[in-house]
């Protein structure tokens, strides 16, 4: 069994970081089969057989946004800018660059920060700390 | 930058001073927030989220217009708890050239009341702020333990036996007051076997050193039965100055709900010690 997810050291990373690279992974194999479904979708010509995948995809494209949405709760920037972007009318790069610029605003963690600025505007960001024990 | 409720940019703090400050905090809380390591954590949701939907309305119809009915919804308002400290100034200089023993002893003791605070209601009930604690909603009769520590497996063990015997599946945690933890992490039962490793075989959860806890509560990690909501996570922010100190706080807004009552066991200590 690989752990192709991690990126660092697992031994050297936190619980939480593990889950938080585990949901990561996941996320972006649920694209990848939201990818490969459309593909088959679209050169499928059995009913039956359309019928049956056009019902998987949409397990994946449930099981997509349960972890993006998991991430999210995990990240408030991230949320904050997907917020600014997600189901909205209009221009999709003006919408992020605006919701970029709002969330650096906010104290971003890019180091630009105005005096008196921390991460997330002061926040200690501790949030869960589920699991964590003796 | 936007300014936010906690001014900080109004401090006579450097980026370097928020920094120390922040880091301190941040070591002084962590170990001891024992319901983030237990409970169902969600948000933080911001300072502007007030109250926490709980599906209910009241009873009384509230309309005054006849062929009307009118209910008011009930929601649970958010808690803002709040804990007063100051550094010095000259110590606040003093980390700014460098200093690695700056005195943030105010600090370190605000850090210990809100820990043990947002322990205390979350296990304990917090009647005034709305909050019905963990030990204090269980229907289940608590435990309780010899003075001597020596039949505690045995206490935890009948609690997760009564947590099973009410349909509650595990894995379970445990939250561990300061006696409870000392004489667990300290003692050796017969034959020498750490107590801490038995009751870890017990539980196959957590063991939690929660500060603000009386006795130990045993729940269940299953999820669903205990929330907690965040509003704004633990903050520091600036309240005023003069030539010599800066008063700071550490804040945070939150409520928690008791969703299984008979989700958790009390382990108490024995009367007459």
């Known amino acids: 069994m690989g752990f192709d997810q991690y990126h660092e050291p697992p031994d050297e990373l936190p619980e939480q970081t593990r889950t938080f690279a585990r949901l990561c992974s996941s996320l972006t194999e649920e694209a990848e089969a939201i990818g490969w479904y459309e593909q088959r979708l679209a050169i499928e010509k059995d009913p039956e057989a359309l019928a049956v995948m056009a019902d998987a995809v949409g397990e994946e494209y449930k099981h997509f946004s349960m972890d993006l949405e998991f991430l999210l709760r995990r990240t408030p920037k991230w949320r904050q800018i997907a917020e600014g972007v997600l189901f909205k009318p209009g221009d999709i790069v003006e919408h992020g660059e605006a919701a970029e610029a709002a969330a650096d605003d906010d104290g971003d963690e890019d180091g630009d920060a105005a005096p008196g600025a921390a991460p997330s505007g002061g926040s200690l960001r501790i949030g869960s700390l589920r699991g964590e024990g003796l | ?273």
């Not at chain 2, 370097?16 to 933080?44: C, K, M, N, Q, Y």
């Not at chain 2, 911001?46 to 939907?53: K, L, Q």
């Not at chain 2, 099973?164 to 561990?176: E, F, K, M, N």
């Not at chain 2, 804040?251 to 382990?267: C, W």
Request: with cysteine; net charge negative; proline share 5%.
């Open chain 2, 1 to 273: 930058m936007s300014q936010n409720h906690l001014l900080r940019e109004h401090a006579p703090i450097t980026d370097a001073g928020w920094e120390l400050i922040d880091e301190e905090a941040r070591e002084r809380l962590t170990p001891g927030l024992a319901a983030r390591r237990l409970v169902d954590f969600s948000g933080p949701l911001g300072w502007e989220h007030s109250a926490t939907n709980v599906g209910r309305v009241e009873r009384a119809n509230v309309s005054e217009i006849k062929g009307i009915e009118a209910n008011r919804r009930v929601v649970l308002p958010l808690v803002e708890l709040r804990a007063p400290f100051t550094v010095s100034r000259e110590e606040l200089r003093a980390g700014d050239r460098g200093a690695e023993d700056v005195d943030f002893a105010a600090l370190d003791a605000a850090a210990q009341r809100v820990v043990e605070a947002e322990n205390a209601s979350v296990f304990h009930a917090w009647p005034k702020a709305g909050i019905d604690g963990i030990a204090s909603s269980s229907p289940h009769k608590p435990i309780t333990r010899k003075k001597s520590f020596e039949d505690y497996p045995g206490c935890v063990a009948r609690a997760v036996e009564l947590l099973l015997r009410s349909g509650i599946a595990g894995p379970y945690g445990v939250a561990l007051g300061r006696e409870d933890y000392t004489s667990v992490v300290e003692t050796a039962e017969h034959g020498g076997y750490p107590l801490l490793e038995h009751l870890r075989e017990i539980v196959k959860g957590p063991l939690v050193w929660a500060p603000g806890v009386k006795g130990a509560v045993v729940l269940s990690m299953r999820g669903g039965d205990f929330a907690f909501e965040s509003g704004e996570d633990l903050s520091v922010g600036y309240a005023s100055h003069d030539a010599n100190v800066v008063n700071l706080y550490i804040e945070e807004s939150y409520s928690f709900r008791v969703l299984t009552p008979e989700a958790a066991v009390a382990i108490t200590a024995p009367r007459g010690r």
